[in-house]
């Protein structure tokens, strides 16, 4: 639990993540273990995958194809917190209404943290 909330204070989420915080420390623990062979490997026998670890609280622009005309926005702007068990889907707080959703189209700005030096926290609900 002290490398969850060491994760959730290096990214400043609100504490009404920590279901998503616990779900993606836990994700990462299988793949990445301090002994060999990783628990992941012993179960799976192959090497996990790690570039899909990506920096929990970071900015992420989930892409749409949902666009009308050639210069309207192609993406929505997020924050990761989290991965689904489904091959590479990601789970993301959208900035727009702050609910989580899934995706596999995102663009990760792993350097940029925005909520890390927000002062107050934003509650959210989740649309899962």
Same mark, same amino acid.
């Given at each position: 639990?002290?490398?969850?909330?060491?994760?959730?204070?290096?990214?400043?989420?609100?504490?009404?993540?920590? /279901?998503?915080?616990?779900?993606?420390?836990?994700?990462? &623990?299988?793949?990445?273990?301090?002994?060999?062979?990783?628990?992941?490997?012993?179960?799976?026998?192959?090497?996990?995958?790690?570039?899909?670890?990506?920096?929990?609280?970071?900015?992420?622009?989930?892409?749409?194809?949902?666009? &009308?005309? &050639?210069?309207?926005?192609?993406?929505?702007?997020?924050?990761? /917190?989290?991965?689904?068990?489904?091959?590479?889907?990601?789970?993301?707080?959208?900035?727009?209404?702050?609910? /989580?959703?899934?995706?596999?189209?995102?663009?990760?700005?792993?350097?940029?943290?925005?909520?890390?030096?927000?002062?107050?926290?934003?509650?959210?609900?989740?649309?899962?």
């Amino acid at each position: 639990m002290d490398k969850s909330r060491t994760l959730m204070n290096d990214a400043g989420l609100p504490k009404e993540l920590w /279901v998503e915080l616990v779900n993606t420390s836990n994700f990462v &623990k299988v793949r990445i273990s301090e002994k060999e062979p990783s628990p992941y490997k012993t179960l799976f026998n192959a090497k996990p995958n790690l570039n899909q670890i990506k920096c929990f609280g970071c900015r992420a622009y989930v892409t749409s194809n949902a666009y &009308k005309k &050639k210069l309207d926005r192609r993406s929505e702007i997020g924050v990761f /917190v989290g991965y689904e068990q489904e091959f590479e889907v990601y789970r993301i707080l959208m900035d727009k209404n702050q609910t /989580v959703i899934k995706s596999r189209d995102v663009h990760f700005i792993q350097d940029e943290l925005p909520y890390k030096d927000a002062s107050k926290e934003k509650s959210y609900q989740s649309s899962l």
